[in-house]
């Protein structure tokens, strides 16, 4: 079910720093949801109009979860930009997800 | 979860590995998680997918192999050469596997997690071949890939319990830890079955070795088992349980040299038993073996052939120089060499593939030249364990072994290196005896020959191009005497006997010389007297006709003178 949210002012090719997400989970469990909602809360506070979130569940699709070498769940990959980052665990720590998605220095 | 079923006895999920089947009676334990545990490079990764490989192949248990460590092509290309076909397996949905890739940096922990994306993998590729066997190679770069221990501890054991559940008989492998049996101490998850392999170097030389550290509910072999790695993949050899009830024989095979059979009770060694033939360098321990060899491939037998120290192509001519044409029974696949370097590998895989063959080859006769060799990969007790079981292992198959060993020179001659002559039947020495002339000749001693009556005497022992010969020794005088030393001591008495014999005849001559003066005078003395018989009758006759002449003037005087 993704969800994709744009602005209609820039057009995607004129933004190089177009986000996408995709959050891996395993079926609708709390923790999922609350991660989800954790990232939903970051993006539009930090990235409002430029990404997306795919949301894979892992117990409709198991195949899925080589493709991204997934592991734990829920876990959180930044396809775009690169370099590829993954985020494990429901993204409570905001400032943890910022600093591993690149948004916060180190 | 499914109902534990046979509670009273433990299933057991065989591996088709060699050996390994044995020493666990029957396998795995079925339904159950095996954890192998050894240090790098000591074939765990190999044990966790032959287990699977072979389920699939000779069980047809479809089976599930996952990786932490290579790549499914990278896997394939290993286990190519040992003929397992990953990729046909696979394509045959027999096999599912899953390379799992964990990059530290690349992850960030933020809040709570589990590995629920693992499971849903493994229950992908479980439900999709209907797997009953998983490999699993090795959690442990889960260790080193994600942050939070006690999370992964927590979900490691929620593993174990998950695949017990699922039914399914797992491996998984573990690197050996410094003061535990893994680093991450993973024999806390598994109860069940620990296996430990070990790969030692000693003198440089590499040994496999395979313990059953623990194996619940099941009696096991509990010694380190010699493990291999050839072209057919893992293998343990349960060697030790060979025990002393082999079949004893009275047939007789022949030595390959009649004198030596001869001395042997006239028959030879018996068929099935041990046999050492020892000396120092050059003696011909190597010819007596291939005279052995060469009369085994006549008789129409199969003989194996382990050199440590020739080539094979080296043996075959040196032999033809002595009369053996060893290339024959190698063209008709009587005779099979089986020439590696000692120091090629250790003590248990020489032993190991020296079974592997014996059992493909079936041979009458193993001759093995020389055991000394041996004593440089392991110490002399060691290598006496090693060839006790080549021995057991012969006489089990009523294979008759030759062995030959080295005695170095100083030392004492009636001794053997490894101080293996109590496990052999016959012992045949060779030694090398030098003459004050300068010259080095070959005895042969027959030492003892357990259940026959054997020769006390010692002969010479030559080689020529016509063969191996035994010659009784010179014996006379005090002395033994070999070599030229005998054929000059042999000319010698030649000699006085012609010389006695020379002697005898020129006393004839004489004496018949003289017998026939002797008797040539007694005939002119014969002559002499004859003539003096004649001359004497020609005088009586003469005087007679002077008296009758006499007489007769006499009367004629008297009638002129007219005497009346």
């Known amino acids: 079910m993704p969800k994709k949210t744009r602005p209609d002012t820039v057009p995607p090719s004129q933004t190089p720093e177009f986000w996408q997400l995709r959050l891996y989970v395993a079926g609708m469990t709390a923790r999922a949801v609350a991660a989800f909602d954790n990232l939903k809360r970051l993006c539009e506070e930090h990235l409002a109009g430029y990404y997306e979130i795919e949301i894979i569940d892992l117990l409709e699709n198991p195949k899925l979860a080589a493709g991204d070498q997934i592991l734990a769940v829920p876990t959180l990959v930044r396809k775009l930009p690169p370099p590829m980052k993954k985020i494990i665990g429901d993204l409570s720590n905001e400032e943890r997800v910022l600093v591993g998605l690149d948004l916060r220095p180190r | ?564």
């Open chain 2, 1 to 564: 979860m499914p109902p534990e079923t046979n509670i009273m006895t433990l299933e057991k999920c065989p591996t088709g590995i060699r050996g390994l089947d044995d020493i666990t009676s029957g396998g795995l334990p079925r339904g159950r998680t095996t954890l192998v545990c050894g240090g790098t490079g000591c074939g765990k990764t190999l044990l966790a997918l032959e287990f699977i490989v072979r389920g699939i192949r000779e069980f047809d248990e479809p089976g599930v192999f996952m990786s932490f460590e290579e790549t499914t092509e990278e896997l394939a290309s290993n286990v190519a050469s040992l003929g397992f076909d990953l990729e046909e397996l696979i394509h045959g949905g027999k096999l599912a596997m899953d390379y799992v890739h964990v990059e530290r940096s690349e992850i960030e922990e933020t809040g709570e997690y589990d590995l629920e994306g693992l499971f849903v993998r493994l229950d992908s590729m479980i439900v999709e071949t209907g797997a009953k066997r998983v490999g699993i190679d090795s959690l442990e770069a889960l260790f080193a890939g994600l942050p939070n221990e006690a999370i992964l501890r927590a979900e490691l054991r929620r593993l174990f319990r998950w695949l017990k559940d699922r039914g399914v008989t797992t491996v998984i492998t573990g690197e050996q830890g410094k003061n535990e049996l893994t680093r991450y101490g993973l024999e806390e998850y598994v109860s069940d079955c620990v296996i430990f392999l070990n790969h030692r170097v000693v003198n440089r030389v590499g040994t496999r070795l395979l313990r059953i550290v623990k194996y619940r509910g099941s009696s096991h072999g509990t010694n380190e088992y010699p493990t291999m790695i050839d072209e057919h993949g893992l293998s343990v050899l349960p060697i030790s349980s060979l025990g002393f009830d082999y079949p004893v024989s009275t047939e007789r095979v022949s030595t390959g040299i009649d004198r030596l059979d001869a001395m042997l009770g006239g028959k030879g060694y018996y068929s099935g038993s041990s046999v050492l033939v020892s000396g120092t360098a050059g003696t011909g321990k190597s010819s007596l073996a291939a005279a052995f060899a060469d009369a085994a491939c006549r008789r129409g037998e199969r003989c194996l052939y382990v050199a440590f120290e020739e080539a094979p192509a080296q043996i075959c001519r040196n032999m033809a120089s002595v009369g053996f044409d060893l290339d024959q029974w190698t063209g008709k696949g009587l005779l099979r060499f089986h020439a590696v370097r000692s120091t090629l590998c250790g003590l248990e895989q020489h032993l190991g593939s020296m079974i592997k063959l014996a059992r493909e080859f079936r041979p009458a006769v193993v001759v093995i030249d020389p055991v000394t060799n041996l004593s440089a990969v392991g110490s002399a007790e060691e290598t006496k364990a090693m060839l006790t079981q080549v021995v057991d292992f012969c006489k089990n198959q009523s294979i008759t072994t030759l062995f030959t060993s080295l005695t170095e020179g100083g030392g004492p001659q009636e001794q053997t290196d490894p101080g293996v002559s109590s496990l052999m039947d016959t012992w045949v020495l060779l030694r090398n005896t030098e003459t004050p002339s300068g010259e080095r000749n070959r005895l042969l001693f027959v030492l003892k020959s357990r259940g026959m009556a054997h020769s006390s005497q010692v002969r010479e022992f030559m080689l020529s191009d016509k063969g191996v010969q035994l010659t009784d020794v010179y014996i006379g005088a005090g002395t033994v005497l070999t070599g030229s030393a005998r054929l000059i001591q042999e000319a010698q008495d030649e000699a006085v006997a012609e010389a006695r014999h020379r002697d005898a005849t020129r006393r004839q001559r004489d004496l018949e010389q003289e017998k026939a003066q002797v008797q040539a005078r007694i005939g002119a003395l014969q002559h002499k007297a004859a003539l003096l018989a004649e001359d004497l009758d020609s005088l009586t006759g003469d005087e007679r006709s002077r008296l009758e002449t006499a007489t007769r003037n006499r009367a004629d005087l008297a009638s002129a003178r007219q005497v009346d």
